[in-house]
T-cell receptor
Framework: NAGVTQTPKFRVLKTGQSMTLLCAQD?????MYWYRQDPGMGLRLIHY???????AKGEVPDGYNVSRLKKQNFLLGLESAAPSQTSVYFC????????????FGEGSRLTVL | DAKTTQPPSMDCAEGRAANLPCNHS???????VYWYRQIHSQGPQYIIH???NNETNEMASLIITEDRKSSTLILPHATLRDTAVYYC?????????????FGSGTKLNVKP
């Protein structure tokens, strides 16, 4: 059981470059989320999705775009990377079961030079 | 969503109970209390959740005060592997979609 898989695990970008982080879940979950975590801080919600074809903004959406074309995948895009976007990015998913538990991926460490 | 307040760090001796407090004084009647933990730089891991009653599972116990303005996560016999950042979160409903907002959490240091 893979659970939530994020690719890539590590990436270094130059300012202004673009990239996409891919999140895939094999648990048939409806809800998916992207968080970022800066050193010594908690997780902050970037964007989320309540189902295939839907996306919504979280706490810190500026500079990011997302897409949920397939239920199992949630993509996070950076169109023009900035050093302030250096962070660890976590994807999570949750179903509609009673616990509403979030399942997290292992994280993607992004450095923007 | 109601906000939570946690101490930034706590120490606990190995084998002793770790009691992690959380204040959520603005919690409303339909908001649940969730606890997650994050070990090193891994993705956070679910521990336990509750609404009004105290809850226990194989990992921990959750004690919620009668007025629901605060709660305590109890790890009955802390081990070195329990060293982590623990997050207390309040969330509306279980069946309704809602966002999980993580604060800064409490860094628990379990010492030999």
């Amino acid at each position: 059981n893979a659970g939530v898989t994020q690719t890539p695990k590590f990436r270094v970008l130059k300012t202004g470059q673009s990239m996409t982080l891919l999140c895939a879940q094999d648990m048939n979950h409806e809800y998916m989320y992207w968080y970022r975590q800066d050193p010594g801080m908690g997780l902050r919600l970037i964007h989320y999705s309540v189902g295939e074809g839907t996306t919504a903004k979280g706490e810190v959406p500026d500079g990011y775009n997302v897409s949920r074309l397939k239920k199992q995948n949630f993509l996070l895009g950076l169109e023009s990377a900035a050093p302030s976007q250096t962070s660890v990015y976590f994807c999570a998913s949750s179903g509609m079961e009673a616990t509403g538990e979030l399942f997290f991926g292992e994280g993607s460490r992004l450095t923007v030079l | 969503d109601a906000k939570t307040t946690q101490p930034p760090s706590m120490d606990c001796a190995e084998g002793r109970a770790a009691n992690l407090p959380c204040n959520h004084s603005t919690i409303s009647g339909n908001e649940y209390v969730y606890w997650y933990r994050q070990i090193h730089s891994q993705g956070p891991q679910y521990i336990i959740h509750g609404l009004k009653n105290n809850e226990t599972n194989e990992m921990a116990s959750l004690i919620i005060t009668e007025d629901r303005k605060s709660s305590t996560l109890i790890l009955p016999h802390a081990t070195l592997r329990d060293t982590a950042v623990y997050y207390c979160i309040v969330r509306v409903g279980i069946y309704n979609f809602n966002k999980f907002y993580f604060g800064s959490g409490t860094k628990l240091n379990v010492k030999p």
